[in-house]
């Protein structure tokens, strides 16, 4: 098996993404269904690398994340 420099890895991308979905009904024929996404959900914030540029104000801040965001979706829609 292929081993790593010292070891070392990074943590791998694990992004769990879950839907809630549920239909309403209006009248007989007429449906609403309401969906709610929900993407990365149980990922921790990975920061990005310090910054390396020598002499600037900057030197040795973590200004961001290396893994996206969470985020969320909400959608509904008329059945007839």
Known sequence: PRT???YLRETGGDETAVTLRRTFG???RLTMPLQ???FNLT???RFSAPSAAVGNANFGRISGAANS???IQFSGRVDF
């Open 4 to 6: 790593y420099a010292y």
């Open 26 to 28: 209006i009248y007989a």
């Open 36 to 38: 709610a996404d929900v």
């Open 43 to 45: 990922t921790p914030v």
């Open 69 to 71: 965001s969470r985020d």
